[in-house]
Nanobody, 116 residues
Framework: QVQLVESGGGLVQAGGSLRLSCTAS??????MGWFRQRPGKGREFVAE????????DYVDSVKGRFSISRDNAQNTIDLQMNSLKSEDTAVYYC???????????WGRGTQVTVSS
């Protein structure tokens, strides 16, 4: 079973930046991504990246502010978050797809709180 561990969350003022990291317990040759769950809401897609880092996709609300990257040598993906807004406050989860299917592997999440 693949294990994913997130780090880098914390408290930041609106307009600030944070960088989240996710480390996998083994090499993952599929899409990996970031999701978030805001207070009182369901888990939502934020960004994902293909195994070779070429294809990236973002939810509209973070385009131009967030950037996803990947280092397969370290089994990590990162999420650089800039120009943070209060509505970015959420628990952020790292996920990995099973082959070409859905996301089935998840980390435990890391809290990001943006104060206005």
């Amino acid at each position: 079973q693949v294990q994913l561990v997130e780090s880098g969350g914390g408290l930041v003022q609106a307009g600030g930046s944070l960088r989240l990291s996710c480390t996998a317990s083994e090499p993952i040759s599929t899409y990996m991504g970031w999701f978030r769950q805001r207070p009182g809401k369901g888990r939502e897609f934020v960004a994902e990246i293909s195994w070779n880092g070429v294809t990236k996709d973002y939810v509209d609300s973070v385009k131009g502010r967030f950037s996803i990257s990947r280092d397969n040598a370290q089994n990590t993906i990162d999420l650089q978050m800039n120009s943070l807004k209060s509505e970015d406050t959420a628990v952020y989860y790292c996920g990995a797809r099973e082959g070409l299917g859905t996301y089935v592997h998840w980390g435990r999440g890391t809290q990001v709180t943006v104060s206005s």
